[in-house]
């Protein structure tokens, strides 16, 4: 039983790192987060901790090899006392070993995953085995024992060939001792020949179809290019894991998630088309270039500054256009022209009147592309402006963690609904993702701001680390160049709140800086892991502090616009 202090307390210890009270670890540096009652008085293998006014601890451990066990005793008196004990097993990392006897240890292949693969494409096979062998793939593809490092890791690389019939098929490595002795293993993966007979040419499904770079991943997905519409056509060229390789032009490729395509019958044409003319016009919600073309092609878009420009790249394009016809009714382009850049890369480039971009979007209308670009506004107060509020995580998807078991979706949300009433007293029109404790997919997020088009957005959210005591401060976030000036404008304002410097990041991929239809930064308040973050975010007044820095860095960055214009 633990008694109650005289100030009503009752002792305890809430450890949310680690969880368990046995722990096998192969790190030597671990930390024991948690919280204990705000007027406890902390002690670790008899030894004073630090804890906060919310309750909240993190002390850091070194371990050394072996059984460590800390005890951990929390009370406000001598009769009011609660202990807890901790055990880490650490354990070195073992060396890496060679193979002793004929055998293979393990097969990599690359790129990873399942292949589909034709003639000129390259497999690559890493394999760690007995050292001073022979070992082959596919019972042709000699792999050669790597002089270098650890005996016994042979690798080789293999160009498809038009004779090549892998046919849905896990390859065999074959190794070979000096007396002739042989084992085989196969690859975990499988190698399938892209069948000339097989359809090729694929159109994108559904409003959230993206191109990627490469094979990459990081937490927040592979390097996207940019989203394309709907039943845009694609070459495509192969296959790796779940993602479609495609040939955009004659020198590009690109991947495709094969859930965002679906294939056209076999003798459809691969997709090119020469450009008819450019047209430039604008209307009361934009401006637009248009450009004639006879199949819809893949795009990208990119953002230039110093001066603004669009440049839109179309892919499988072959310049025919005569001339570019520019209507006065312009608010935003300045000049449209045209280049073929390489062979089936048709660029065109649209400069801007105003330094900022203020959004811009790529679409067809039947078989011609269009490039819609938002004029800046011309009135830049905040009472004529419509500004999106994005509170991270919700509902299943909490988010990060603080010591004393906060959570980043609620704190995401109790900032997010201080800025909208803040914005709202200014005048500002604030259209908010969720006002109340709710899960909605990121996708979601992002279809519903795409049909809103708010003049700006703000995404909401709270950082974390493993290091719960060096790692703290504030930071914003960006994709686009163009929109930089939005998020470190908001940047400078958090750091006034004493803060310290996380960074303005830019090329970030998080999904909800991805639109290009309207400025928008993400702003990882602080790190809730910290201790000491996370009891100036616990604070409703400094969550208010927060939403009012923010809101005065978008004035920021709004006058800026002003200045320029």
């Not at 293998?45 to 460590?68: C, H, Q, R, S």
């Not at 042709?140 to 038009?162: A, D």
């Not at 811009?360 to 819609?372: R, S």
């Not at 800025?419 to 259209?431: D, F, R, S, Y």
């Amino acid at each position: 039983m633990v008694a109650v202090g005289q100030n009503g307390e009752r002792p305890f210890i809430k450890l949310v790192e680690p969880l368990k009270e046995k722990n096998n670890v192969r790190a030597s540096r671990n930390f024991l987060i948690g919280s204990t009652c705000k007027t406890c008085a902390l002690v670790m293998n008899g030894k004073p901790v630090t804890v906060y006014p919310t309750g909240a601890f993190a002390i850091e451990v070194n371990l050394v090899p072996g059984d460590t066990v800390f005890n951990l005793a929390a009370g406000v008196n001598e009769n009011s006392r609660t202990s807890k004990s901790i055990s880490y097993h650490y354990a070195l990392p073992e060396p890496p070993d060679t193979v002793k006897t004929l055998g293979i240890a393990s097969i990599e292949t690359f790129p990873e995953g399942n292949l589909m693969v034709q003639p000129g494409d390259k497999i690559k096979f890493k394999v760690k085995a007995l050292t001073g062998c022979t070992v082959t793939a596919a019972k042709k593809i000699q792999l050669f024992e790597m002089p270098v490092g650890m005996p016994g890791i042979y690798q080789g690389e293999y160009t498809v060939k038009e004779t090549d019939s892998f046919l849905v098929s896990k390859l065999p490595i074959t190794i070979t001792d000096k007396s002739g002795n042989s084992i085989t293993k196969e690859t975990a993966a499988t190698v399938t020949m892209f069948s000339p007979y097989n359809p090729t040419i694929a159109v994108t499904k559904g409003r959230l179809a993206h191109l990627l770079f490469g094979l990459g991943e990081d937490r927040l997905g592979g390097a996207k290019i940019g989203y394309l519409d709907s039943m845009v056509l694609l070459h495509v060229i192969g296959k790796v894991g779940t993602k479609y390789k495609l040939q955009l032009s004659k020198y590009r490729t690109a991947f495709i998630d094969d859930d965002a395509v679906e294939f056209l019958p076999k003798g459809n044409f691969t997709p090119e088309s020469l450009t008819g003319n450019l047209r430039a016009y604008g209307d009361s919600s934009g401006d637009y270039v248009t450009v004639g073309l006879t199949a819809r092609l893949p795009y990208q878009s990119f953002q230039l500054i110093d001066p603004s420009k669009i440049v839109v790249d179309v892919f499988g394009a072959t310049n025919n256009t005569n001339w570019i016809t520019q209507l006065e009714n312009v608010r935003e382009i300045k000049n449209v022209y045209y280049e073929q850049v390489e062979d089936e890369i048709f660029r065109v480039t649209v400069e801007l009147r105003n330094p900022q971009h203020w959004g811009h979007q790529v679409f067809y209308k039947g078989n011609m592309l269009v490039i819609k670009i938002k004029p800046q506004p011309q009135n830049l107060s905040l009472d004529h402006l419509t500004i999106a509020v994005d509170a991270g995580h919700g509902g299943s998807n909490t988010g990060a963690g603080g010591p004393t078991g906060s959570s980043e979706k609620a704190l995401a949300l109790a900032v997010s609904l201080k800025l909208q009433k803040t914005l709202q007293q200014l005048g500002a029109k604030v259209i908010m993702t969720r006002t109340t404790e709710k899960f909605v997919d990121n996708k979601e997020r992002i279809l519903f701001y795409r049909d809103s088009v708010p003049d700006l957005l703000i995404s909401i959210h709270l950082n974390s680390s493993a290091d719960p005591i060096r790692i703290s401060g504030t930071s914003t976030y960006y994709r686009y160049v163009g929109f930089r000036n939005l998020s470190q404008d908001i940047y400078k304002r958090m750091l006034e709140l004493g803060l310290k410097e996380y960074g303005n990041t830019g090329s970030f991929n998080f999904m909800l800086n991805s639109p290009i239809e309207y400025p928008n930064a993400l702003v990882e308040t602080l790190f809730i892991s910290n201790p000491e973050d996370e009891m100036k975010i616990l604070d409703e007044g400094f969550q208010q502090q927060i939403a009012d820095k923010i809101v005065l860095g978008i004035k920021d960055f709004l006058e800026s616009c002003k200045e320029k214009k």
